[in-house]
C-alpha cells in the first residue's frame, strides 16, 4: 500500500508562530521527512538536527527551532525580516510631530 502524500513544508512564518522548541513530529514536518526515517538517521547518528539532551528512554526528543531553520537555510536576516513590522511612514508621521 503506497504511503500518504507528505504535508507541504511550513513556511517561515508559520514556523515563527509557534514555540521555540520542537518535538520529534514538528521537526520531522518542518524537513519534510518520515518519523520512521527520522529514527532511522537518529540512530546511525546522522540526523541533520542536534537534539537538545542526549537521547534517553521514555524522554521525548526536543530540537531548537533555531537549528531547524538554519539547517532549512533561513539566516538570522531571513528571521529579522519576517518578525519586523513594515517600518512604512504613516499619513500622520512617524516622528510625532507637532503642527508648528
Keep these: 500500500m503506497p504511503k500518504p502524500p507528505l504535508p507541504s513544508p511550513p513556511t517561515l512564518g508559520e514556523l515563527l508562530a509557534g514555540p521555540v522548541v520542537l518535538n520529534l513530529h514538528e521537526t520531522c514536518i518542518a524537513l519534510r521527512m518520515r518519523e520512521s526515517r527520522a529514527y532511522e538517521l537518529l540512530a546511525a547518528g546522522t540526523f541533520p538536527v ?4 542526549p537521547r534517553k528512554r521514555g524522554v521525548p526528543l526536543l530540537f531548537r527551532l533555531a537549528d ?33
Design 50 to 53: 542536534g537534539t537538545m539532551e
Design 68 to 100: 531547524v531553520l538554519s539547517f532549512l537555510g533561513f539566516g538570522l536576516a531571513d528571521v529579522a525580516r519576517e518578525i519586523t513590522p513594515s517600518l512604512s511612514p504613516s499619513p500622520e508621521g512617524d516622528r510625532g510631530e507637532e503642527a508648528a
